[in-house]
């Protein structure tokens, strides 16, 4: 690869190192010619093809900035959205694709985002899934109570009872708000 000081073409690599989750490599490189060290990192390609037909890299700064929105006046912090992007950029990466399409990428966003903010969530996915209608709403919010349920018996196992039913008293905090 080119030098990007001097433009010569080529370079030597002098140490490579993967990445803790092992999703990209770095390459420290040295150009022959001007001597100067530069370093490059590679990751597997992953775009988005959008319904326009266009395709764009992945970027975590867009999953972001799509969810923000949803996020505003809840207690979810910046670092709380760049956790979330990245177990976004990592379900789409273990599809092993290279590509994939804008609305998966809608679809990774909703698991995290429910286990982050229910209210954030519903937000999110009444425009990503074009609620029209109270009873989606419904039955989002149905599936939701299922689930925390499913939760609460799950943690109530082995447990005492009382310990099984303080769930509940968090929903009716939640939903006084
Ligand atoms: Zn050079």
């Known amino acids: 690869m080119h030098c ?23 390459r420290r490189r040295q150009c022959p010619a001007c001597q ?56 789409l990466r273990a599809s092993g694709r290279p590509e994939i399409e804008a609305n998966e990428v809608g679809l990774a966003i909703l698991g995290p985002l429910r286990e ?19 009873e989606d709403f419904e039955s989002a919010i149905t599936s939701l109570r299922a689930e925390r349920e499913a939760r609460a018996d799950d943690a109530g ?4 009872v009382e310990t099984g039913g303080g769930e509940p008293a968090v929903a009716g905090r939640d939903a006084s708000r």
């Open 157 to 160: 196992q082995g447990e005492d």
């Open 4 to 26: 990007p000081f001097c433009r010569h073409e080529d370079s030597r690599v002098i140490d490579s190192r993967t990445s803790d989750d092992g999703s990209s490599i770095r």
């Open 116 to 134: 982050l903010d229910e209210v954030a969530y519903l937000r999110f996915a009444s425009v990503y899934q074009s609620f029209e209608s109270l």
């Open 36 to 91: 100067r060290r530069f370093t490059t990192i590679e990751t597997a390609s992953l775009s988005v093809a959008k319904r326009s037909g266009v395709t764009e890299p992945f970027s975590r700064d867009k999953v972001v900035a799509g969810v923000r929105k949803a996020c505003q006046g809840r207690p979810v912090s910046s670092d709380d959205l760049a956790v979330l992007a990245q177990r976004v950029e990592e379900t």
